[in-house]
C-alpha cells in the first residue's frame, strides 16, 4: 500500500506523538506552522475496545490535521487490530501507528511502549496481527527506539521484522529505552535502518532547526525526520525548517508579542475544548507547556514563577500584559 505523504522526494516534517502534549488543539498549531504530517498521542488499546470516552478523545483530529495517524499502544495484537478497526470506523485516519518505542514505566510495565523490543517474536506477533485485521484499509506504520539499551540496540533487525509483517513506514527514535530523552540521538543507527529496509524510515532525535533537517535529509538515506520537544518550545520550527530547506538561509525568530499571542491562542482554544475540564483544570494542565513555551525569554526565571500559579486565561493575559510593559520599558533583565 503506497503512503504518498511519506515518500523522500518530499521529505515531510512530522509532529512526533508525545503523551499529553500533541493533543488536537496543539497538532491544529503544528500543522499551521507547517508540520506536514501529525500523530496522535498515543492511546490504550483496551480503553477503546471499552468504548471508554475518555479514551476515545485522544483519537479525535480535525480535517484540517491530515494526513493524521492515530497511534496505539498495547501487547495483545488481536486486541489491537479490534482497536484499529473501531478507530477507523470511528475517524477514518490516514494510517495507524503502533507504538513500540515509549520508554514511560507505566507503559513498559504493561508490556507495551518500547518493551517489546526486547521480544521480537511478540513485536512480530503484535504488529503482524494488526496488520491482518486492519487490512488494505489504511497503512499500518510503527515507531521504535534503536534499542532497550546499549548492549541490545537491534533496530534493524527490528526493522526488518516490521517491514516483513507489512509496516508501510516506521518512525526510529535514535535513543534507547534506558537513555530515556538523555544523552545524543545515534543517527548512524538511524542511517542503516534506513538502509537494511525498502519501506519508508522517519528520522526522530535531536532535530531542533532547519540545519538539522538538511542535515539528515542530506546525509542519511531516512525519507523524512519527525520533530518532537523542539516544537514544544518552539512550533514556528517546522516554518523555520521549510524556510531553510528553501532559501539556505536562516528565518528571524518570531517576536515575543507573536509568540504570546499564539500561546494565549493555545490556552484559550484548550479551554474550549473537553480534554482537560474546566478552565481552572485546564490551565492547571498548561501550566508545564507555558513554561516550555517560555524557555528562553528574557527574564524567564521571574516569569516561570508567574505561570506556574495561573489558573485562568485572564490570568494569563495579565501575566502578558505586565511581562511586554516590562520588557517594553527596560525592565527585563536580558539573562536568559
Known amino acids: 500500500m503506497v503512503v504518498p505523504w511519506a515518500k523522500k522526494e518530499n521529505f515531510p516534517l512530522y509532529l512526533a506523538p508525545m503523551a499529553g502534549v500533541t493533543d488536537v488543539v496543539f497538532r491544529s498549531i503544528c500543522k499551521e506552522m507547517g508540520a506536514d504530517v501529525t500523530v496522535t498521542e498515543f492511546v490504550s488499546a483496551e480503553g477503546i475496545i471499552r468504548r471508554d470516552d475518555r479514551t476515545r478523545k485522544y483519537t ?4 484540517e490535521q491530515r494526513p493524521c495517524g492515530v497511534q496505539l499502544f498495547g501487547a495483545d495484537g488481536k486486541r489491537m487490530g479490534e482497536a484499529a478497526k473501531k478507530i477507523i470506523d470511528w475517524k477514518q485516519p490516514e494510517f495507524i501507528d503502533i507504538n513500540f518505542g515509549c520508554p514511560v514505566n507505566k507503559v513498559v510495565s504493561k508490556n507495551g511502549g518500547s518493551s517489546l523490543l526486547k521480544d521480537c517474536g511478540l513485536l512480530e506477533s503484535v504488529a503482524s496481527e494488526i496488520h491482518k485485521a486492519v487490512g488494505d484499509q489504511v497503512p ?11 548492549e541490545s540496540v537491534n533496530a534493524p533487525e527490528v526493522c526488518k521484522i516490521l517491514e516483513e509483517t507489512g509496516m508501510r513506514t516506521i518512525a526510529i527514535h535514535g535513543r534507547t529505552r534506558s537513555q530515556g530523552y538523555g544523552g545524543e540521538a545515534n543517527w548512524e543507527v538511524i542511517d542503516e535502518c534506513a538502509r537494511t529496509v525498502s519501506v519508508p524510515v522517519i528520522g526522530n532525535g535531536d532535530i531542533s532547526s532547519g540545519e538539522d533537517v538538511k542535515k539528515r535529509r542530506d546525509e542519511t538515506a531516512v525519507s523524512g525526520v519527525m520533530i518532537g520537544r523542539a516544537a514544544m518550545q518552539n512550533p514556528w520550527v517546522f516554518r523555520e525548517a521549510k524556510h531553510f530547506l528553501e532559501t539556505g538561509m536562516q528565518m528571524e525568530p518570531a ?18 475544548s473537553d480534554r482537560y475540564g474546566n478552565e481552572r483544570q485546564t490551565m492547571m494542565a498548561m501550566r508545564s507547556r507555558l513554561m516550555a513555551y517560555c524557555k528562553g525569554f528574557p527574564g524567564a526565571k521571574p516569569l516561570r514563577k508567574a505561570l506556574c500559579g495561573v489558573c485562568s486565561v485572564a490570568e494569563l493575559e495579565d501575566i502578558i500584559a ?8 527596560g ?6
Open 140 to 150: 499500518v506504520t510503527a515507531k521504535i527506539r534503536i534499542g532497550w539499551d546499549q
Open 322 to 329: 505586565d511581562y511586554m510593559k516590562s520588557f517594553h520599558s
Open 255 to 272: 517576536p515575543l508579542e507573536e509568540r504570546w499571542l499564539l500561546i494565549r491562542r493555545h490556552c484559550f482554544l484548550a479551554t474550549q
Open 60 to 63: 479525535e483530529f480535525t480535517e
Open 331 to 336: 525592565g527585563i533583565e536580558r539573562d536568559e
